[in-house]
């Protein structure tokens, strides 16, 4: 993927993975931010460690976060669609993996889309986030009209 932009990937093109370590104190972060102060995020439940707060997985998903990621100069992103599910818990104090694969690109209403599977993964190799995701690309300021300006 390196030395292409994000819009010229295809199907089966990979960004880079993306490592990280959710501390106690990032995930009392995020639980203040949304302000969920559920004892299983605090705490945790049957001797395990507290849960990972789900916003706080979903905030490190975005291929945006791939080292990788590369936008071409001029040129925005936006999110179209997705659909998420949580397969497994992930815990406080492990380390996760997220990993991006593109799954297709195609021009529609003149804009590039690009659909693409977001895993995040524990140490132990259990996927805990498992997204599909949609975005588009379009030029930065470049406006378009769709006949729905007020006329005088």
Known sequence: ????????????????????????????QF????????PIYLEGRDGKP???????????SPRTRSPSYRQAPGMG???AREC???LNPGYVGSRFTVTWTVTNTYEQRGRIYQDYVATIADERGRVVLHRELASTFFMLGKNKSYGLERKS
């Open 50 to 60: 507290p849960l990972v707060h789900p916003v706080l997985l979903m905030h490190m």
């Open 77 to 79: 992103s936006a999110f």
């Open 31 to 38: 639980l203040y931010a949304v302000e969920d102060y559920a």
């Open 1 to 28: 993927m390196h030395g292409k932009f994000a819009h010229e990937l295809k199907a089966g093109d990979r960004y880079d993975a993306l490592e990280f370590t959710v501390t106690p104190d990032l995930n009392q």
């Open 84 to 86: 998420s599910r949580y």
